[in-house]
């Protein structure tokens, strides 16, 4: 089936589309790990021209997002618009995709309704201005599959490849693919290929393209490589390496994580209501248009959507050290196209259906669920920065002198004033997080410093659904790095000191305190 709108039409409207509820964030300064690693990486290359970070530890994520934010900086300027812009055509493409994929394997009605709800999933919406590089990597591995699928050989290594070089971890869809070819091949069964292939295609089509899925292997090993040359290690460095794989090779630690896998591929964030409406329309009998039953996606491409879903979940629950939402991307668009077809081929009001669906990942942009998640799954990023901006302004026209106790990444946004939080650098004093055990070993040494900066590090619901267990509380400890930040005024009794600034917001909060040493102040004549 030949698409039925021009690519460039198509991918100008999804742009306009995408950029147009984006228009208010674009703006906004750094957040998380894009001031902590991928913006300062991409700052480093636009000024040096160097792909290895001097500025921040480089963790070896290979560099072709960076090079294009860095590029758009060069064009444009430095600016967080540029960048988020910048993305946001990163964003476009990779539903173009979406879109491509989805029609080839059902049709354009399902394609549209997939790309829309792809496009409103709360983490793929947040994701698709930030500078990070898992959406990009998802995008090409959707371009990927389509030329898969398509049996084209070329275009399967090219974006592949490209994916491979955006993120290391987009290596898995070709790797497992080529994996399930050799088994085709075992088992006498014949490769998957789209309906309508042309006989050319289809008589190509009978030996599997070993080559086009393991090629990605190359340009990926030749960037390791190149960093070890200049770093002295290939994947990160140690800490990273440590935090991201040594540290996560418990069964038990896996099986949780397995399962936080499985509920972000099909649950997290309101997809519940998609994966059970999937569920519930499979009860029903397929519908007829004429004399015929709607079709259905064919089962050999449901079982290569199968086999990149089921990769990516157990390969995830391996690794990563922070089980974030952000590295299913590739995942979890598979998971939707094939749960609207569904819906499309068994129940005759799904355009309603998905209408619903699709209101409901809008209001996951605002509600935050009642458990822990990360802030860049949702609008709680903005919140977040919204809060660290009034707070680090307050800091700088109140203590533009002063020596700042505070944690990652507040320290970077206070030490980095091209991160966009404040117009010079301060003196920061940085600790762990603010649970108890780093704000009493701070309070050792408080002559180092005269104000504190503290905010949850941790999103909290007022009233958690599942940590009234206690027992998964201590595996959240033990496996995933939970702690419980301590209140403002708590932090400030055991630092010796007061508060004189707080803000909160949908269960963020900052504040900073003063330490009680009025010499100081005096001495150093600051603004009171």
Same mark, same amino acid.
Request: charged share 15%; net charge positive.
């Given at each position: 089936?030949?698409? !039925?709108?021009?690519?460039?039409?198509?991918?100008?409207?999804? /742009?306009?589309?995408?950029?147009?509820?984006?228009?208010?964030?674009?703006?906004?300064?750094?957040? $998380?790990?894009?001031?902590?690693?991928?913006?300062?990486?991409?700052?480093?290359?636009?000024?040096?021209?160097?792909?290895?970070?001097?500025?921040?530890?480089?963790?070896?994520?290979?560099?072709?997002? &960076?090079?294009?934010?860095?590029?758009?900086?060069?064009?444009?300027?430095?600016?967080?618009?540029?960048?988020?812009?910048?993305?946001?055509?990163?964003?476009? +493409?990779?539903?173009?995709?979406?879109?491509?994929?989805?029609?080839?394997?059902?049709? !354009?009605?399902?394609?549209?309704?997939?790309?829309?709800?792809?496009?409103?999933?709360? @983490?793929?919406?947040?994701? !698709? !201005?930030?500078?990070?590089?898992? &959406?990009?990597?998802?995008?090409?591995? /959707?371009?990927?599959?389509?030329?898969?699928?398509?049996?084209?050989?070329?275009?399967? *290594?090219?974006?592949?490849?490209?994916?491979?070089?955006?993120?290391?971890?987009?290596?898995?869809?070709?790797?497992?693919?080529?994996?399930?070819?050799?088994?085709?091949?075992?088992w006498g069964g014949h490769s998957c290929e789209l309906a309508g292939s042309t006989?050319?295609?289809?008589?190509?089509?009978?030996?599997?393209?070993?080559?086009?899925?393991?090629?990605?292997?190359?340009?990926?090993? &030749?960037?390791?490589?190149?960093?070890?040359?200049?770093?002295? =290690?290939?994947?990160?460095?140690?800490?990273? +390496?440590?935090?991201?794989?040594?540290?996560?090779?418990?069964?038990?630690?896996?099986?949780? *994580?397995?399962?936080?896998?499985?509920?972000?591929?099909?649950?997290?964030?309101?997809? $519940?209501?998609?994966?059970?409406?999937?569920?519930?329309? #499979?009860?029903?009998?397929?519908?007829?248009?004429?004399?015929?039953?709607?079709?259905?996606?064919?089962?050999?491409?449901?079982?290569? +959507?199968?086999?990149?879903? *089921?990769?990516?979940?157990?390969? #995830?629950?391996?690794?990563?050290?922070? @089980?974030?939402?952000?590295?299913?991307?590739?995942?979890?668009?598979?998971?939707?196209?094939?749960?609207?077809?569904?819906?499309?081929?068994?129940?005759?009001?799904?355009?309603?259906?998905?209408?619903?669906?699709?209101? *409901?990942? @809008?209001?996951?942009?605002?509600?935050?669920?009642?458990?822990?998640?990360?802030?860049?799954?949702?609008?709680? =990023?903005?919140?977040?920065?919204?809060?660290?901006?009034?707070?680090?302004? %307050?800091?700088?026209?109140?203590?533009? #002198?002063?020596?700042?106790?505070?944690? $990652?990444?507040?320290?970077?946004?206070?030490?980095?004033?091209?991160?966009?939080?404040?117009?010079?650098? #301060?003196?920061?004093?940085?600790?762990?997080?603010?649970?108890?055990?780093?704000?009493?070993?701070?309070?050792?040494?408080?002559?180092?410093?005269?104000?504190?900066?503290? %905010?949850?590090?941790?999103?909290?619901?007022?009233?958690?659904?599942?940590?009234?267990?206690?027992?998964?509380?201590?595996?959240?400890?033990?496996?995933?790095?939970?702690?419980?930040?301590?209140?403002?005024?708590?932090?400030?009794?055991?630092?010796?000191?007061?508060?004189?600034f707080s803000a909160e917001r949908k269960g963020q909060w900052v504040a900073v305190?003063?330490?009680?040493?009025?010499?100081?102040?005096?001495?150093?004549?600051?603004?009171?």
């Amino acid at each position: 089936m030949r698409s !039925s709108l021009h690519p460039a039409l198509a991918f100008a409207v999804i /742009f306009v589309v995408v950029f147009l509820p984006h228009a208010p964030l674009l703006q906004l300064p750094y957040f $998380w790990d894009e001031a902590g690693y991928y913006v300062p990486a991409a700052r480093d290359l636009l000024l040096s021209g160097s792909l290895i970070p001097h500025t921040t530890v480089s963790n070896a994520h290979p560099p072709l997002v &960076l090079a294009w934010v860095a590029l758009w900086w060069k064009c444009a300027g430095y600016a967080p618009l540029v960048a988020r812009s910048a993305m946001l055509l990163v964003a476009a +493409f990779s539903l173009l995709g979406i879109y491509r994929l989805a029609e080839r394997v059902a049709n !354009s009605q399902v394609a549209i309704a997939s790309t829309l709800c792809t496009a409103l999933y709360p @983490v793929f919406f947040a994701q !698709s !201005s930030l500078v990070q590089v898992d &959406l990009a990597a998802a995008g090409f591995t /959707f371009w990927g599959l389509c030329a898969f699928l398509e049996r084209r050989r070329a275009a399967t *290594a090219i974006w592949f490849s490209l994916a491979a070089l955006t993120k290391e971890t987009a290596i898995l869809a070709p790797v497992v693919l080529a994996v399930w070819e050799l088994l085709q091949l075992v088992w006498g069964g014949h490769s998957c290929e789209l309906a309508g292939s042309t006989s050319e295609a289809a008589e190509t089509a009978r030996s599997p393209k070993f080559a086009a899925l393991l090629l990605p292997l190359l340009p990926l090993t &030749l960037w390791y490589v190149y960093h070890y040359a200049h770093t002295g =290690y290939v994947f990160g460095n140690p800490e990273f +390496f440590r935090y991201n794989v040594a540290a996560t090779l418990n069964p038990l630690r896996f099986l949780l *994580a397995l399962l936080l896998r499985l509920w972000q591929a099909f649950g997290y964030l309101h997809l $519940w209501l998609l994966t059970v409406a999937m569920l519930l329309a #499979m009860l029903l009998p397929p519908l007829r248009d004429g004399s015929s039953e709607r079709q259905r996606i064919a089962i050999p491409v449901q079982i290569v +959507f199968f086999i990149v879903v *089921a990769a990516y979940v157990i390969a #995830m629950a391996l690794i990563g050290g922070a @089980v974030l939402a952000r590295y299913m991307l590739p995942a979890v668009p598979l998971v939707i196209i094939l749960a609207v077809s569904t819906l499309r081929r068994r129940l005759r009001y799904w355009p309603a259906a998905a209408g619903v669906i699709a209101i *409901a990942f @809008v209001l996951g942009w605002f509600w935050n669920p009642p458990y822990g998640f990360s802030p860049e799954d949702n609008l709680a =990023y903005r919140d977040y920065i919204l809060l660290h901006e009034n707070a680090e302004r %307050f800091l700088e026209a109140r203590y533009p #002198m002063a020596h700042v106790l505070t944690a $990652w990444p507040a320290s970077d946004e206070l030490a980095r004033p091209w991160l966009g939080y404040t117009t010079r650098p #301060m003196q920061v004093v940085r600790i762990e997080d603010f649970s108890l055990e780093p704000i009493v070993s701070a309070s050792d040494f408080r002559s180092h410093f005269e104000v504190a900066l503290v %905010f949850s590090t941790k999103y909290e619901p007022a009233r958690p659904l599942l940590d009234r267990w206690q027992t998964w509380t201590d595996l959240k400890r033990r496996f995933f790095g939970f702690h419980r930040d301590l209140p403002p005024a708590a932090a400030a009794q055991i630092l010796g000191g007061h508060v004189v600034f707080s803000a909160e917001r949908k269960g963020q909060w900052v504040a900073v305190i003063e330490m009680e040493q009025p010499e100081f102040f005096n001495a150093r004549n600051f603004p009171r």
